[in-house]
């Protein structure tokens, strides 16, 4: 399995929703979400053994391996764990996923709405009807506190491959 993601109708009715709303736009990338995650309770734990140039030995000459603790990139389960992470942080701040819709989230807070699409981990974020940026900085600090390193851009003109050029004023995006 995999982490579910946003296709790419429903990350373009997103950013037109934002651009219709004259909302803001707000790019946030998990740096090295796997890492991130946890490990499923059901998985057994995995030794890796490190390259021939960097092996280390115990003093009565047995090789030495790492202890694999966290979903590794490229493990069939680790996608399911990551997304089960993310989602459940992405609920505690009160976003929620929509019905159907892989990788999409919506919801309200002091008056200000907003939708996520998320692929894997990286987030595009519109919000409109409020305060400028509001809810985005305070996922941005949630997010921050739980994943450590997150990189964080307002007003972004990109996302995954596509160019985004918005005109807030005339509520236009391509």
């Known amino acids: 399995m995999h982490a579910q993601s946003c296709d790419d109708l429903t990350f373009k009715l997103l ?13 946030i990338d998990i ?3 796997y890492a991130k995650g946890t490990r499923g ?30 979903p590794l990139q490229g493990e069939e389960p680790s996608g399911d764990e990551w997304w089960a ?13 929509a019905e159907s819709v892989g990788g999409l989230y919506s919801g309200k807070i002091d008056g200000s709405s907003f939708g996520i699409a998320l ?16 809810i985005s900085r305070r996922l941005k600090k ?3 506190l739980k994943y450590g390193e997150i990189k964080y851009e307002e007003s972004p003109t990109s996302f995954t491959a596509y160019a985004i050029a918005y005109d807030r004023s005339l509520g236009c995006v391509t």
């Not at 998985?43 to 009565?60: C, G, W």
């Not at 992470?85 to 996923?97: D, E, V, Y």
């Not at 974020?125 to 509001?134: A, F, N, P, Q, V």
Request: no cysteine; aromatic share 8%; proline share 3%.
């Open 85 to 97: 992470h993310i989602n459940n942080s992405l609920a505690s701040f009160g976003a929620r996923p």
């Open 119 to 134: 692929i894997v981990d990286d987030l595009f974020m519109g919000e409109w009807g409020g305060d400028d940026y509001l």
């Open 31 to 33: 740096v090295n979400a």
């Open 41 to 70: 309770a059901d998985r057994r734990l995995v030794l890796i053994r490190m390259p021939e140039s960097v092996r280390e030995y115990d003093e009565s000459g047995a090789e030495l391996y790492m202890l694999g603790l966290t």
């Open 142 to 144: 949630q997010l921050d």
């Open 15 to 27: 950013i037109g929703k934002v651009a219709v709303e004259r909302g803001t736009m707000i790019k």
